[in-house]
């Protein structure tokens, strides 16, 4: 499932209006979202007062169930304390798989990978980088 909501939010040029914020995205029953990150359009918001763009930095989970990839981005700005974000992300992992049906956990455990970025540019570089390692693949 894939969430988001209306956030208030406060452009440089002091402005404050609401935009559209996605919290998660599951890119396999979404996979407009996927293409959404991949050309830097998710969270990008734009300013009504003065036209400004840009991004919202807010925790943003990535699930692709297909690739087994679960993912958080957090605010560049939080990468000196990377430590408490990976914790966090260990704790919702942990919550996550305890919610869940013994098979269906012993898939999470057993094949999917969880990381935590900082920055949804270092998820676009991830999500290019694999891309670009299937296409080698496929030439081989
Ligand atoms: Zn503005």
Redesign the pocket.
Same mark, same amino acid.
């Given at each position: 499932m894939s969430t988001g909501s209306n956030v208030d939010i406060t /452009?440089? @040029?002091?402005?404050h209006f609401k935009g559209w914020l996605w919290q998660s995205a599951n890119v396999t029953a979404s996979p407009d979202l996927r293409g959404k990150i991949l050309r830097g359009q998710l969270n990008l918001v734009t /300013?009504p007062? @003065?036209?400004?763009r840009f991004y919202v930095e807010i925790p943003f989970l990535y699930h692709d169930m297909a690739a087994r990839e679960w993912i958080w981005v957090y605010p560049l700005q939080q990468e000196q304390q990377g430590g408490d974000a990976r914790e966090k992300v260990q704790e919702m992992w942990e919550q996550l798989k305890s919610s869940l049906p013994d098979d269906a956990r012993r898939v999470f455990e057993e094949e999917y990978r969880v990381l935590v970025l900082f920055g949804m540019d270092a998820l676009v570089y991830y999500l290019q980088g694999k891309q670009l390692k299937e296409s080698e693949s496929l030439s081989n």
């Open positions: /452009c440089e @040029c002091g402005h /300013c007062s @003065c036209d400004r």
